[in-house]
């Protein structure tokens, strides 16, 4: 399970008083560690009795707020 910063796109117009209202969120996404590298984290959130997975996510490392190891018995 992680906590991470999320980036936010938007093309619309706005004014100066919009913009400093404007803030990143943080999501939490839960899911089973498919790869780990030194930039990012690779998670799924289903894994098959074949070896197939689905519902995959890449999130940054740099963008990491809070991360749990979860054991699955």
Known sequence: MIDWRDHIANSSWFDNESIKKEQ??????VGYLAEETDEYYKLVDTITNDDGFGGMA???????????LLEVK
């Open 58 to 68: 890449i999130i940054l490392k740099s963008c990491v707020v809070n991360i749990w």
């Open 24 to 29: 990143p969120i943080t999501a939490r996404t």
